[in-house]
């Protein structure tokens, strides 16, 4: 069992800058790859960045691409998404996922087995 947890999220203005950390105490951490996914009430979770193990690749939906930034310390056991130039539409819970390096597709929640307990994002106008 993986525990993931998440923090940093908050409430900001458009056009603002957060980061979102989790967190996965006492694991080895660099045998999982890692993902960001958000979700709003009544939409699917979506994917908003994924990381391999290494950190060496990162992979980005286009509605972030550009804005978002993850970011991996293996050291730290800590994954981070850097969130620049937020829109309103950026509003959601955010959420760190976990899976065995090289299972699965990045993009793909249901391949995720570990999940953190999210946190909410609201960008206001």
């Known amino acids: 069992q993986v525990q993931l947890v998440e923090s940093g999220g908050g409430l900001v203005q458009a056009g603002d800058s957060l980061r979102l950390s989790c967190a996965a105490p006492g694991r080895t951490f660099s045998n999982y790859d890692m993902g960001w996914f958000r979700q709003v009430p009544g939409k699917e979770r979506e994917s908003v960045a994924a990381i391999n193990w290494t950190g060496g690749s990162t992979f980005y939906p286009d509605s972030v691409k550009g804005r978002f930034t993850i970011s991996r310390d293996n050291a730290k056991n800590t994954v981070y998404l850097q969130m620049n130039s937020l829109k309103p539409e950026d509003t959601a819970v955010y959420y760190c996922?976990?899976?065995?390096?090289?299972?699965?597709?990045?993009?793909?929640?249901?391949?995720?087995?570990?999940w953190g307990q999210g946190t909410q994002v609201t960008v206001s106008i």
């Open positions: 996922a976990a899976k065995l390096l090289n299972s699965g597709y990045y993009f793909r929640s249901k391949d995720y087995p570990y």
